[in-house]
């Protein structure tokens, strides 16, 4: 890293272009690069070309006008519409199995059968995950969201209709296949329109719908045959496809795909139609585009594209959040947070017995759920990542112990008053505190860490384990029951929780506040843990930037 003068605003540089003169004139603090009257991007002394420049230090963060404010959350609220809608067929097999196991049901299930029911979802959604970086890197993050609308909608259709088990098990893989292609392109949306200050609370906004589309098909589940459900779970999907195809797409995608205009268009409209920060943000982006164009060759055979994919997700500034987001995500997975959701009836009838209502209770919890959804989004704004990802993983694990060693003292005694009392405390204190962190953080994650060049492939890849992980842990948990009964299955969470803040506190990045340049830079820059970070000079004069070359 080298020291550069200040440039000063109001002063001429020689070799600088028009644009970037008029950029450094208005004394913006965020300029990556400058760029030539023909329109080329100036290589400074000493600097490799296509090398990164980006000003740091500086006490000021650019922040959306109102109007641009109100077109992010516009854009944001047709994306939540598809995650509630992706958050019903998760929660279904909640509502679903208790009533297909009834003896005067329709179709009734076995316990082993049931495990397949709850499990298949989450086998289909890898397979939506995979295709969806390719297919939004080809259509765009929004014509992706559009398009995943279609399976949810219809695979709802198919469960309603069901007359056999089989045309069950179809939906679940038609829906579960939906919720894989909405989650990376959502994430990545969100992460690629929002200013840096509004990023956590715009792209966490997502699991608090989710969390409401479980806590809705739990309340329609406790009131409504499941088939009615089913036909209910349609509306959203339908009201989302609508919302998206009146929302513009995201800049980013279209600036990487060389359609200027149409991206200075969208970015106007998210900025609020700020003239200087519009020209401000499309130099960082073409100049970002002409270093991703560069590494890849116009004329390279097929099989060269993939070695240039496998060497682009090897490569540090890829493989290492990568790495981050998906030992997160094994351990939030110990940790219970999905096999919670997944089997919430069946949970709380093995450790409450059959003295309460169980879909009251499950009711109880996805409401305490969607909740501490909100309330994790709003901390977003005032805390660090890592602060509440600690104190989440901490949490989860006291709760969780607590439980387990509750349970364990209370073995083979008769269940009093007291005992439901205590059980359903720890309960809603377990879902409070695992959702407040370990849930929100992994999508805020991929949207935050991924380089722009990798979003996709990357995205893709992460969720494809995330849900193949899933089915497997959600596959085995009632023969893990069965052999280590519920105290052992808490005490398992408990143990996941710890090594979770463990991790967080040695690994975890902390993004809150920075641009997404300056977090692609970090990883750049050789650092793997964050206890062990190359820490950056602190400026003493918001005048004088320092500038990475």
């Known amino acids: 890293m080298a020291l550069v003068k200040p440039i000063l605003p109001g002063r001429m540089e020689k070799g600088l272009g028009h644009h970037a003169q008029m950029l450094l004139n208005s004394g913006h603090p965020k300029v990556l690069g400058s760029i030539t009257k023909k329109g080329g991007e100036k290589v400074f002394p000493g600097r490799k070309h296509g090398a990164h420049i980006s000003v ?20 944001t609220g047709a994306v939540l519409l598809l995650t509630a809608g992706c958050g019903m067929p998760i929660g279904y097999s909640a509502i679903l199995l208790p009533k297909l196991a ?26 939506g995950s995979l295709l969806s970086g390719p297919l939004m890197d080809a259509i765009g993050r929004r014509g992706a969201l559009q398009i995943s609308a279609i399976p949810l909608a219809v695979g709802w259709i198919v469960m309603g209709l069901a007359q056999t088990i089989t045309c069950i098990i179809a939906g679940r893989i038609m829906s579960g296949f939906a919720v894989g292609l909405v989650v990376v392109p959502g994430q990545v949306l969100l992460g690629e329109i929002a200013d840096p200050g509004l990023r956590g609370i715009l792209v966490g906004a997502p699991f608090a719908t989710y969390s409401f589309g479980i806590l809705l098909v739990y309340a329609l589940g406790a009131s ?27 800049p980013v995608w279209l600036v990487r795909r060389r359609k200027t205009e149409a991206a200075r268009k969208a970015l106007s409209w998210f900025r609020g139609a700020d003239v200087m920060q519009v020209k401000t943000e499309m130099a960082q982006l073409e100049s970002r585009a002409r270093e991703d164009i560069a590494r890849i060759s116009s004329t390279a055979t097929l099989r060269q594209q993939a070695s240039s994919a496998l060497s682009n997700i090897l490569s540090p500034g890829v493989i290492k959040p990568l790495a981050i987001i998906n030992v997160f995500n094994f351990l939030q997975m110990l940790s219970g947070t999905y096999v919670f959701v997944f089997y919430a009836v069946e949970f709380i009838r093995e450790m409450e017995g059959d003295g309460v209502d169980h879909y009251l209770v499950a009711v109880i919890t996805a409401a305490v759920r969607f909740v501490f959804c909100l309330v994790s989004c709003v901390l977003l704004l005032t805390t660090g990542r890592r602060v509440l990802g600690i104190i989440s993983a901490l949490g989860t694990a006291v709760t969780s112990l607590v439980l387990a060693g509750y349970l364990l003292a209370r073995k083979g005694q008769p269940t009093t008053d007291a005992d439901m009392y205590v059980v359903g405390t720890c309960i809603i204190a377990y879902v409070s505190a695992n959702t407040v962190g370990l849930l929100t953080l992994p999508g805020l994650m991929v949207g935050e860490l991924l380089p722009q060049h990798a979003r996709g492939i990357g995205g893709g890849c992460t969720f494809f384990l995330f849900n193949l992980t899933l089915f497997g842990v959600t596959k085995v948990f009632p023969g893990v029951k069965g052999a280590i009964g519920m105290t052992g299955i ?24 920075r641009t997404l340049q300056e977090i692609e830079d970090y990883f750049q820059e050789g650092n793997v843990l964050w206890v062990t970070r190359k820490k950056q000079p602190k400026i003493n004069s918001a005048t004088t930037p320092l500038v990475n070359v």
């Open 56 to 75: 740091v230090g500086t006490k000021h963060q650019y922040s959306s006008n109102p109007r641009g404010v109100f077109a992010q959350c516009l854009v």
């Open 102 to 127: 009834q003896t005067n049901g329709s179709l009734q299930v076995d316990e082993d059968l049931g495990s397949w029911i709850a499990s298949v979802h989450s086998l289909a959604a890898p397979f």
């Open 224 to 250: 409504f045959a499941w088939r009615t459900v089913a036909f209910c779970g349609m509306i959203l999907p339908g009201l989302a496809l609508v919302a998206l195809c009146l929302s513009p797409e995201s």
């Open 490 to 513: 808490f005490t398992v969470f408990g143990a996941s929780a710890l090594l979770e803040a463990v991790f967080v506190y040695v690994a975890l990045p902390e993004a809150k506040g």
